[in-house]
Every structure is written in C-alpha cells, then in structure tokens.
C-alpha cells in the first residue's frame, strides 16, 4: 500500500518519542494539503527519521492518530494481531465464561487502536468509529475480529453515524450478519436485554460491570435508589442480591422501558421491591421521598471540555449534596463521574466539599474506576476517565 510520508517540525518528534498515541495539527510541517481525511500516514521527524504510522485528519486538534511505532506494513496480519492481543488480554481478566459475555474487546489508545472502540455482546461485536482513518479500514476491522473469535460470531454491527462527521456518510449498518444475532446477554450471570441498534453508546454501559458487581457487597435488605440508571444494571444486581427496595430513576422514557424489560427478564416483574421512575434527577434529588440507605449517582459526563469543567463541578457538588444530605444515617452513596476534564483528585475535592456543605461526616470506604477491559495506555493518561466513590454517611 502506498502511504505518503509527513514530517514534524523540528523538537516536535518528543512526544511521539514518548509513545504519546496523538500529534495535533500544530506539530506538523507544511506539506500536508494532498492527504485526505482518514489517510494512512508516515510521520517522519524535521530530519527525515520515521517515528510511526498513523491515520491523518484535519478536522479537529487531532492530525494523527497513531497505531504503530514501528516501521511496519498495516496489512490484515497487522490488524489480525491487534485484535488476537486485545482478546487475550480480555480471557486473561476472566471476562468470557458461561456467566459472562458482554465485554469491551477495543479501548481506542488504552488498545494501541486510537479511534476505535469495539463492543462484545454475546455473539456480536459492535463496532464503533471515531476516526476517518478507522472507517476507511472497516474491512481490515471486520477481518480481524472475526479471525480472532475464529468465525463465531453471529454479527458485526458498525455504529459509526453518531461519532463520524456527516459527511463521510457512516451508516449504521452490519457489516457482517449470519442468522439473528442474540441481543440478551450475560454480565455476572444477570440477563440484560441490549439492543445496540437503537441504544445510547453502544448500547449498553459495559464500564460500570465491576461497580455493579460490587453493589451486591451492600445491598441486602437496603432501599435503594439508582439515579441515572439507564438500563437498571445497578438495580438489577442490588435486587438479586436482596435488596428491600430498589427504585430506578431514568429521565428518558426509553431508559425505563429498558429497566422493565430487564426486570421482567430477570424474574422481578411480579415484585412490589421495584418501581421505575421517569424524571429529572437533578431536580429529583432536591427533595426525596424516600429515606434511602444506598443511592447511586451516575450521571453522563458533565464536561466534555475543559472550558466547561468548572460548571461540571458545580453540577456534581450539588448532587452529592443533595444525596449527602438526605440519605439515611449510616447510608452508602455510589457517586462517579465519567468526565475525563474532571480527575479523580478534582472528583473527590467535589464530594468532600459537597459533604462539608451538608454538615455530615463522611467516610470514603472504596475508590472505583474504569475496568480491566477499558485499559488506560500509559503513555495516554487522558484514557483514565471513569472515577467514583463509595462514601458512607453518618
Ligand atoms: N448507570 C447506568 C449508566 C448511566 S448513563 C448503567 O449502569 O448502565 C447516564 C444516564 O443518565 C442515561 O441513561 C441518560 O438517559 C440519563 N440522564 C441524562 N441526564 C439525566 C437527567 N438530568 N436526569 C436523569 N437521567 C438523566
């Protein structure tokens, strides 16, 4: 394959030297006007030295986004490689089993793969781009996960329209399909009902399993409230594990019909221990009807950028407020945020500032984060982005 060469200003190799996995626009030389969007790209140093391969755009900060530091040929057997590691790394962390198969396989940069996110739900994999680059090699994309899952895969679904400028025309669309695809999977042996066709994200949070898992740990015979549930995962786990009473707060009506769907599958319809609720939470959580022992506050992320960090903090202050301030006594909060502007430190300064305002004690007992399958490449720490506390009340 042909793949044209560009080159940095001079001092501008460093971070690449560092395995930063992004050079922004800045970084480049002049000479760039004949690549197209999503072309395959050689960054050469000012002095002619090759320093990786990547894929070119000039539609944000970002030009290139690398996918390897070595002077190689980006062919299927490369790919084939990417996605045989990522997989390993998965099996490794004990994510596929006959309880388990919803796992993310491709992480973007924490997977050496920036741009790309790949989704596993029992026998489809989702793919979704962010790049031009990942969606010019859809085909080596497709290749490449079905040799590593050996050709059992029922489906792959490309999911690319949301996150790609328009006018590269991504469709939603399976690029490969064998039969009907089983869109009822397994985490930690509770059923959840995904469809990635018409779902938020990819269809499913599949960052908070862990977490979830861990409600288990406190919920028996607890009233709880999970705010910001989506498809109820976190109500889900706390019912199975016993819980008194679990209600599920959504402020979308199709979130809901997924808790429902989801409570039904798993045995609990007939139950009076679960009531979903359609509303606000920001506003919900002012004045709460209920005295809970657990509360769950998982909001999207407030801030996408920097300019917006300081109004996202406010927004998290009051909520951790609102929930510090009207659990019960001895009450667990769950609180994350998954803004990446927000770090952890800023995180916790936000909820112990929240909890001096309320005048109630607080203890963190447990400091949550993203999962074994949404690695954080270490030379990318822009990848760490889901952080949250286990707090309780007194
Ligand atoms: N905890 C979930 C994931 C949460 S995603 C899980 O375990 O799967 C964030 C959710 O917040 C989305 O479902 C979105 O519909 C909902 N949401 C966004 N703004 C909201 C608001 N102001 N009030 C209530 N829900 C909101």
Request: neutral net charge; contains cysteine; aromatic residues 10%.
């Amino acid at each position: 394959m042909d793949v044209k060469s560009i080159f940095l200003k001079p001092g501008k190799e460093r971070s690449v030297e560092r395995f930063h996995p992004w050079i922004f626009s800045g970084a480049l030389m002049k000479g760039s006007e004949d690549l197209e969007n999503g072309d395959l790209v050689k960054v050469k140093s000012a002095d002619g030295k090759f320093l990786c391969i990547g894929h070119y755009q000039d539609l944000g900060s970002i030009a290139v986004r690398i996918i390897s530091f070595k002077e190689v040929e980006i062919n299927q057997e490369f790919w084939n490689e990417k996605f045989e590691n990522a997989l390993q790394v998965r099996e490794h962390l004990n994510l596929i089993h006959a309880y388990n198969n919803v796992f993310r396989l491709i992480h973007g940069e924490g997977d050496g793969l920036p741009g790309l996110i790949v989704d596993v739900y029992s026998d489809t994999a989702v793919v979704q781009c962010h790049s031009v680059g990942m969606l010019k090699s859809m085909e080596f994309i497709k290749n490449g996960i079905q040799h590593a899952f050996d050709n059992e895969l029922r489906a792959i679904y490309n999911k690319s329209s949301d996150t790609i400028s328009r006018e590269f025309e991504a469709k939603d669309e399976y690029v490969f399909k064998m039969g009907e695809p089983d869109k009822i999977v397994l985490e930690y042996g509770h059923k959840f009902s995904v469809d990635w066709e018409t779902g938020q994200k990819t269809g499913y949070f599949i960052d908070q399993r862990e977490n979830r898992k861990l409600i288990a740990k406190y919920a028996s015979r607890k009233k709880v409230l999970n705010t910001f549930c989506y498809s109820g995962g976190f109500s889900i786990f706390a019912l199975e594990a016993g819980a008194k009473l679990v209600h599920s707060l959504d402020s979308s009506q199709k979130a809901i019909d997924l808790v429902e769907n989801n409570i039904r599958l798993n045995g609990f319809s007939n139950s009076d221990k679960h009531k979903s609720i359609v509303a606000d939470a920001m506003d919900y959580m002012k004045n709460l009807e209920e005295e809970y022992d657990i509360i769950i506050l998982d909001p999207p992320a407030f801030a996408k950028h920097k300019k917006s960090r300081h109004k996202a903090v406010q927004g998290y202050k009051r909520l951790n407020y609102n929930a510090i301030k009207q659990i019960k006594s001895g009450g667990i909060i769950f609180t994350f945020s998954c803004s990446q502007v927000v770090d952890k430190q800023l995180f916790a300064n936000t909820v112990i500032a929240a909890g001096i305002e309320s005048g109630r004690s607080i203890r963190i007992l447990e400091q949550l984060h993203q999962p074994g399958d949404h690695p954080i490449n270490a030379y990318h720490p822009e990848g760490e982005y889901l952080k949250g506390l286990v707090i309780q009340v007194d």
